[in-house]
């Protein structure tokens, strides 16, 4: 059985506002969202819904315990910009199903429909597998992390566990143009040759995140870079405080060191911020 949460209050984006560094004046984004949530569960031992509602088995097949689908992701509009909120929306429905290599020629598939095709594959393996004996899960989700007029950020997160050893978990971060929805790199941002100067700036970053000194070597922490060399990964995102970066588990070190998140304020690289470019609003003018 499907559980389908809309939360009541529609946001207004100039809640995330993009502040001019230096400055008090906030740009606000020509978007609303409501945030809806969905929930799917089947097996032979599940617990009641959180709304009260019994929730029913999905097969026939007996399965010794239960498994949840969850996705929670926002749903844009905009008066101003609806082009731009139906591009985003079906962006972030792609990313939610892992198909960011849709074509762009192709429909977007139908947001509920597609999510419970997905959690009923997730479902049908689960009761299908003799070998569960724990509970199966998995929760995705999109938040909307920053917006201005010019871009918005969105936090794509994953986690769950269908046996093995341990949970999974992982995060991901898209920059988007505000204007027509499409995903903006960092090439869009900054200066050409940039990456020298952001490495450096990143590095120190990470050190002080991760509690190394200057002289520490990163192989020896249990960091694993090319040539024993910092550098920076391409899962970034845009904040009202600069630029941050996101390493998962397993990417740069063993499972147990954790992932790896660090922040680069304007501050530290406003110099390689294209002047042309949608990070330019937060120079001082």
């Given at each position: 059985?499907m559980?389908?949460?809309?939360?009541p209050?529609?946001?207004a984006?100039s809640l995330?506002?993009?502040?001019?560094?230096?400055?008090?004046?906030a740009?606000?984004?020509s978007?609303t969202?409501?945030?809806?949530?969905?929930?799917?569960?089947?097996?032979t031992?599940?617990?009641e819904g959180?709304?009260g509602d019994e929730v029913t088995?999905?097969?026939?097949?007996?399965?010794?315990?239960c498994a949840?689908?969850?996705?929670s992701?926002?749903?844009?509009?905009?008066e101003a910009?609806?082009?731009?909120?139906a591009?985003i929306n079906?962006l972030i429905?792609e990313e939610?199903?892992?198909q960011?290599?849709?074509s762009?020629t192709?429909?977007?598939?139908t947001?509920?429909?597609?999510?419970?095709?997905?959690a009923?594959?997730?479902?049908?393996a689960?009761?299908?597998?003799?070998?569960a004996?724990?509970d199966?899960n998995?929760?995705r989700?999109?938040?909307?992390?920053?917006?201005s007029?010019?871009?918005?950020?969105v936090?794509?997160?994953e986690?769950?566990?269908?046996?093995?050893a341990?949970?999974?978990?992982?995060?991901r971060y898209l920059?988007?143009?505000a204007?027509?929805?499409?995903?903006l790199?960092?090439?869009d941002?900054?200066?050409?040759?940039?990456?020298?100067?952001?490495n450096?700036?990143g590095?120190?970053a990470f050190?002080e995140a991760?509690?190394?000194t200057d002289?520490s070597?990163?192989d020896e922490?249990?960091?694993i870079?090319?040539?024993?060399?910092?550098?920076l990964?391409?899962n970034?995102?845009v904040t009202?405080?600069?630029l941050?970066?996101?390493?998962?588990s397993y990417e740069i070190?063993?499972?147990a060191?954790?992932?790896t998140?660090?922040?680069?304020?304007?501050?530290?690289?406003q110099?390689?911020?294209?002047p042309d470019?949608p990070l330019s609003?937060?120079?001082?003018?």
């Amino acid at each position: 059985m499907m559980r389908v949460h809309i939360l009541p209050m529609t946001l207004a984006l100039s809640l995330l506002t993009a502040c001019d560094i230096g400055s008090e004046a906030a740009t606000e984004a020509s978007f609303t969202f409501q945030t809806i949530e969905l929930v799917w569960q089947g097996g032979t031992n599940c617990k009641e819904g959180v709304d009260g509602d019994e929730v029913t088995t999905t097969s026939d097949v007996e399965a010794p315990l239960c498994a949840t689908v969850s996705f929670s992701y926002p749903e844009l509009s905009s008066e101003a910009k609806p082009e731009a909120a139906a591009a985003i929306n079906a962006l972030i429905r792609e990313e939610l199903l892992d198909q960011a290599e849709q074509s762009s020629t192709q429909s977007p598939p139908t947001t509920q429909a597609a999510l419970k095709s997905f959690a009923d594959d997730f479902i049908q393996a689960f009761v299908q597998e003799k070998n569960a004996f724990t509970d199966w899960n998995v929760e995705r989700s999109a938040s909307l992390v920053y917006a201005s007029d010019s871009l918005l950020t969105v936090l794509f997160e994953e986690s769950g566990y269908t046996g093995g050893a341990h949970p999974y978990s992982g995060a991901r971060y898209l920059v988007l143009d505000a204007q027509n929805g499409e995903v903006l790199h960092l090439a869009d941002l900054l200066n050409n040759g940039y990456a020298a100067s952001l490495n450096i700036e990143g590095e120190k970053a990470f050190r002080e995140a991760r509690g190394l000194t200057d002289a520490s070597s990163l192989d020896e922490a249990g960091f694993i870079f090319d040539n024993n060399v910092f550098a920076l990964n391409n899962n970034f995102g845009v904040t009202q405080e600069g630029l941050v970066f996101y390493f998962n588990s397993y990417e740069i070190a063993p499972y147990a060191m954790g992932p790896t998140q660090i922040q680069i304020p304007f501050e530290d690289f406003q110099s390689l911020i294209r002047p042309d470019g949608p990070l330019s609003s937060q120079l001082d003018s």
